[in-house]
């Protein structure tokens, strides 16, 4: 599966585009109220992407388990201190209300943890490159 993001930002405009394996879809962030870049920063999208690659992993694995999810609430939190430091911190919480007993939706909460890819790519650190081409 190739996953890609691309943003084209100039004055008063902030063009966002997601896809994966050629699936395109538009995102819209308005411009900060400089007119300059995304009114919406990286630590929260990242808390974001967190969220929900959760909440759409709980949906995958209660559908593997026949449980029928009415309502999933995720929130994510971290910390960033000064420019140039790493984010630390990380936690989130999920409320699931469903078709199951209190057992059954904590344990698909705790299965869906060891299996949500977001979360496991950054337990387990990554290399970011810059491809100068």
Known sequence: MNISAKIKSS?????IDVQTNGDLKNITIQPKSTG???SINGG????LSL???FCNDLYREANKRNIKI???EVEC???FGAEGEPGSNFRYKAHVIADASAEKIQSLINHTDKVAEIHNTLRQGLSITLDNS
């Open 11 to 15: 004055y008063d405009h902030h063009a």
């Open 36 to 38: 300059y870049g995304s």
């Open 44 to 47: 929260e999208l990242l808390m």
């Open 51 to 53: 969220a929900t690659c």
């Open 70 to 72: 009415e309502t999933i």
């Open 77 to 79: 939190t971290s910390d």
